[in-house]
DNA sequence: CCAACAAAAGTGGCAGCGTCAACATCGGGA
DNA sequence: TCCCGATGTTGACGCTGCCACTTTTGTTGG
């Protein structure tokens, strides 16, 4: 039970990465609420003051989590992006891969769109976003060229897209629907996004 | 500059109201990250424990919160339902009552959608969900009555229509969309919802 | 009419948190 | 080699939520 001296170096070695991985592994075990930087520097295994060193504050830390969540989903958008694909199984295969990744990343998701980043973080936030934004924006401005969309303005059409599925995402997170039952509505959702509510 | 004896009668009167009250308004201003229950005691002059007399948990009053947000929005909505509307302008006016709501009350809604409620409080508030759910599933029932909306399970329809909205509220809060703009593109977004994103 | 009781408020204390300043240790470049 | 900057540690401060205990107050039954 004695703490075993260990003889831990003095100098960690790369503590930033580390302090970030145990905190996505907190973020998602147990919340956002309960990640403490203490905590973070005791399952570490530095003091409690070591984090301040890598982050100047708790808001950074939790910053540079969200900028590593964009990365990832930016990855997940580009993976799931099927280019020879016709218009609505492409669509479809675009929002499975972002309901999966926001119900797989609930509380990292919402640390992504938190809105409390600091100004420095908020413009390379701004560019992770176009990237994910990007992938719907391509498909749609390119249906439009084909002429298998409506006319109007690419981006708001892009934006009612990411709304529908960030809706879902968000209902979803809270625990109005499961994550499977979102996943199996992902077609009808497309469908009706296409086609519309009213009868053709 | 003397705390003037003030001679504060020792029962508050309505102290349950007040904190409600003093928190919404700190909610609104200053973010539910500065909102702490000692201030809160503070600005309305009474001890810090008292608060725990009325509210048995921090979690508590944020419910109690919430709960007063649903109440409130039950009514935003029900006051911007107008039944006499065809089916495009009904479902607009709706959406226009809930994307202000929502803008208005950023905060306030992010409380309310948290799922952190404790399990009385969650019963609750299941119910108040259904009363504004509710007016956009009668308007979709109705008009699928007439014909007006393709077949389908309304509910799913439902979710489908409240998924976009909530999604750009949500953009809006984020800071994505400013409070204008999503009002002005709301003819738009209820238009493609009902006809969809391909030429007809 | 008043004693007793329960509800409502106050007081003090605890542990945890984020942050800061001052000090310690280490490794790498002048 | 030495020294300096980057990294880690220690200790402290004020804040927070929460708890146990005490005090005040209004109400109510005898």
């Given at each position: 039970m004695t703490p075993m001296p260990e003889s831990r170096p003095y100098h960690h070695g790369d503590l930033r990465a580390a302090l970030l991985e145990s905190a996505e592994r907190t973020l998602r075990e147990?919340?956002?609420?309960?990640?403490?930087l203490r905590e973070l520097a005791r399952e570490t295994g530095v003091?409690?003051?070591?984090p301040g060193r890598h982050f100047k504050d708790k808001q950074a830390l939790l910053d540079a989590l969200a900028l590593a969540g964009y990365d990832r989903m930016a990855e997940a958008m580009e993976a799931a992006?099927?280019?020879?694909?016709?218009?609505q199984p492409r669509l479809t295969a675009l929002a499975r891969g972002y309901l999966t990744f926001a119900t797989e990343n609930a509380e990292l998701l919402a640390l992504m769109y938190?809105?409390?980043?600091?100004p420095e973080a908020a413009e390379q936030m701004a560019a992770a976003v176009d990237r994910t934004v990007g992938a719907f924006e391509r498909v749609i401005a390119d249906a439009q060229r084909h002429g298998e969309i409506i006319e109007g303005d690419p981006e708001q059409l892009t934006l009612f897209t990411g709304a529908a599925l960030h809706g879902l995402a968000a209902m979803t997170v809270g625990g109005m629907l499961d994550e499977t039952a979102v996943l199996a509505m992902t077609d009808d959702l497309i469908r009706v996004l296409l086609h519309g509510l009213t009868p053709r």
């Open positions: 147990k919340g956002v609420g309960s990640l403490s003091s409690h003051a070591a992006h099927d280019p020879a694909l016709p218009l938190a809105r409390k980043h600091e």
